[in-house]
């Protein structure tokens, strides 16, 4: 496995997203997961499973020491006292007292960042996250957070092929931070590029695991893929026997255009 130094805390780059699972179907890919060997799990308050996750983790008999656990809180609850009430109930849910990293889910105007921020601070002074980050923010919210509090370790984005994010890259980079990759295969459809399919042929291997693959080559990048498909859990992790050339991230960098997938009206103004 690959892992990013966040503060001295080795985080393994590939993870499991769990966004749209619920109730048994989260249970059970969360535990196939977990069985698989993923030791990175993303929930968040607004998917509604954090029940489930924290009873996957219980089932599974993985030490919770062994896991890089991350959850977000949602846009309305960003005031100060909204911040520690939701962690708390966050961490009720999950059945642990610690969470690894906590994010901001979505920016939010209305919301002075520096409050929200502060409460996060707060939260893990408190123990109950090991770090902190956001979600969804540009390149210039971010700078802003990082005005605030230079400590921040992620910003978790939209990121895939077809996606450019190298701003934001050069950003996290700069900062030691990691960014985490969200929609990384592109909801499985990678598999419809010509170039993709071209590469993963000459390794043997498919255009999701090339996706992953290109992803975790990249400096201090980290991806989340989702699936509740028994052999799409275990082919995601299988990335680790093979390389791509420096060729071969090239043509793969050359694919970005500015494809989301993910624009909820509330969205800050993209800067493509
Ligand atoms: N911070 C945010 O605002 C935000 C937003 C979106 C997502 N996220 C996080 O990022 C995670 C991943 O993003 P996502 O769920 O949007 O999309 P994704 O991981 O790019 O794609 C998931 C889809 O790909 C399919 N898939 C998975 N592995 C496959 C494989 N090997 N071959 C073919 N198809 C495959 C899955 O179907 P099967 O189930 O059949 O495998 C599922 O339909 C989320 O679950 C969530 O944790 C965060």
Same mark, same amino acid.
């Given at each position: ?24 179907? @989260? ?23 954090? @029940? ?17 656990? $991350? ?24 059945? $642990? ?27 893990? $002074? ?18 802003? @957070? ?87 859990? $275990? ?38």
């Amino acid at each position: 496995m690959i892992t990013i130094d966040l503060q001295g805390i080795p985080v393994p780059a590939l993870g499991f997203g769990t966004w749209r699972l619920r109730g048994d179907e @989260a249970r059970t890919a969360i535990n196939t997961a977990l069985g698989a060997g993923y030791r990175h799990l993303d929930t968040a308050q607004m998917y509604e499973n954090e @029940a489930e996750v924290g009873q996957a983790i219980r089932q599974s008999g993985v030490e919770r020491e062994a896991l890089f656990l $991350t959850t977000k809180l949602w846009r309305d609850d960003l005031h100060h006292a909204d911040v520690l009430r939701a962690t708390d109930e966050s961490l009720r849910r999950l059945g $642990t007292e610690y969470v690894d990293l906590l994010l901001i889910h979505w920016p939010n105007e209305a919301i002075d960042l520096r409050e929200t921020l502060d409460a996060f601070q707060e939260v893990r $002074t408190q123990g109950k996250t090991r770090l902190i980050g956001v979600s969804n923010f540009t390149p210039s919210l971010l700078a802003q @957070a990082l005005d605030h509090v230079p400590d921040l370790t992620c910003n978790q984005v939209e990121y895939h092929p077809f996606l450019n994010q190298q701003t934001l890259l050069e950003l996290v980079r700069k900062h030691g931070m990691m960014l985490t990759a969200y929609s990384p295969i592109v909801r499985g459809t990678v598999a419809e590029n010509y170039t993709i399919r071209a590469i993963a042929e000459t390794h043997g291997k498919s255009p999701v695991q090339v996706t992953l693959r290109w992803l975790l080559q990249q400096d201090r990048v980290a991806a989340i893929p989702r699936s509740a498909t028994p052999d799409h859990i $275990t082919a995601n992790l299988n990335l680790f026997d093979f390389a791509l050339s420096e060729d071969e991230m090239d043509r793969m960098d050359a694919l970005a255009e500015n494809r989301r997938l993910i624009n909820p009206d509330f969205a800050p103004a993209w800067e493509g």
